[in-house]
T-cell receptor, first 108, second 111 residues
Framework: GEDVEQSLFLSVREGDSSVINCTYTDSSSTYLYWYKQEPGAGLQLLTYIFSNMDMKQDQRLTVLLNKKDKHLSLRIADTQTGDSAIYFCAEVTDKLIFGTGTRLQVFP | IAGITQAPTSQILAAGRRMTLRCTQDMRHNAMYWYRQDLGLGLRLIHYSNTAGTTGKGEVPDGYSVSRANTDDFPLTLASAVPSQTSVYFC??????????FGPGTRLTVT
C-alpha cells in the first residue's frame, strides 16, 4: 500500500538548521519530492531526488534518502523566517502520494 | 502564460447543491489531479487523469466525479454537496515525473 508519514510540527530558531523527516512505504517509488506551501497559497516544488540517489544538495537544501529504511529528510541550513511554511514530502509511482505535511515555525 | 488556474477562488455552497470546480492548464501536460487539503490530513487524491479521455479514482473519490474531454481542462463535480466536503481543493498537472504544478486552490464551504 501507499502511505507517507510526517511529523506535524517543527519549531526552530532563526539561523539554526531544520530537519524535516518523512517515511514512505512504497519501495517502487521512482522520485521523491519536497513541496513548500506558504499560507493561503498552493504547493511549490522545492526539490526532488531520484530513487537511486542517496543525497542531493541545492543551495540551503539537502535531501537525504535511505531506501533501506524508506526514510526521506529535508535539511534547511540557516533557517530564515521566510522558511516558515508547511512542507510536504511526496512519492510517485503511478501517481503522486503526499504526506500529511510538517508545519515549520521559525522564531527569532 | 497562466500555468494552471482554478475557479472559483472560494465558494459557499448549501448542502445538496451541485457544484463544479474548474481547472485549466495551458502547458499541454498529460496528467492532471484533484486533491483536497484538510487540516492534519495533508493532501488526499480525489481523482486523476493520466491523459485526455481517461480518468481514475484516487484515495477519496466518493461524492466526486471528473471528466477529461481535452488536455487542458479537468473539472471536478460535486453532485450533491455535503458538509464533509468543506475543504480546500487543489488541481495539479504534470508532464513527466519532475514537472509538477499546482493551481492556487479553491476554498469550498458547504453549509
Amino acid at each position: 500500500g501507499e502511505d507517507v508519514e510526517q511529523s506535524l510540527f517543527l519549531s526552530v530558531r532563526e539561523g539554526d538548521s531544520s530537519v524535516i523527516n518523512c517515511t514512505y512505504t512504497d519501495s517502487s517509488s521512482t522520485y521523491l519530492y519536497w513541496y513548500k506551501q506558504e499560507p493561503g497559497a498552493g504547493l511549490q516544488l522545492l526539490t526532488y531526488i531520484f530513487s537511486n540517489m542517496d543525497m542531493k544538495q541545492d543551495q540551503r537544501l539537502t535531501v537525504l534518502l535511505n531506501k533501506k529504511d524508506k526514510h526521506l529528510s529535508l535539511r534547511i541550513a540557516d533557517t530564515q523566517t521566510g522558511d516558515s511554511a508547511i512542507y510536504f514530502c511526496a512519492e510517485v509511482t503511478d501517481k503522486l502520494i503526499f504526506g500529511t505535511g510538517t508545519r515549520l515555525q521559525v522564531f527569532p | 502564460i497562466a500555468g494552471i488556474t482554478q475557479a472559483p477562488t472560494s465558494q459557499i455552497l448549501a448542502a445538496g447543491r451541485r457544484m463544479t470546480l474548474r481547472c485549466t492548464q495551458d502547458m499541454r501536460h498529460n496528467a492532471m489531479y484533484w486533491y483536497r487539503q484538510d487540516l492534519g490530513l495533508g493532501l488526499r487524491l480525489i481523482h486523476y487523469s493520466n491523459t485526455a479521455g481517461t480518468t481514475g479514482k484516487g484515495e477519496v473519490p466518493d461524492g466526486y466525479s471528473v471528466s477529461r474531454a481535452n488536455t487542458d481542462d479537468f473539472p471536478l463535480t460535486l453532485a450533491s454537496a455535503v458538509p464533509s466536503q468543506t475543504s480546500v481543493y487543489f488541481c495539479a498537472s504534470t508532464r513527466g515525473l519532475i514537472e509538477q504544478y499546482f493551481g492556487p486552490g479553491t476554498r469550498l464551504t458547504v453549509t
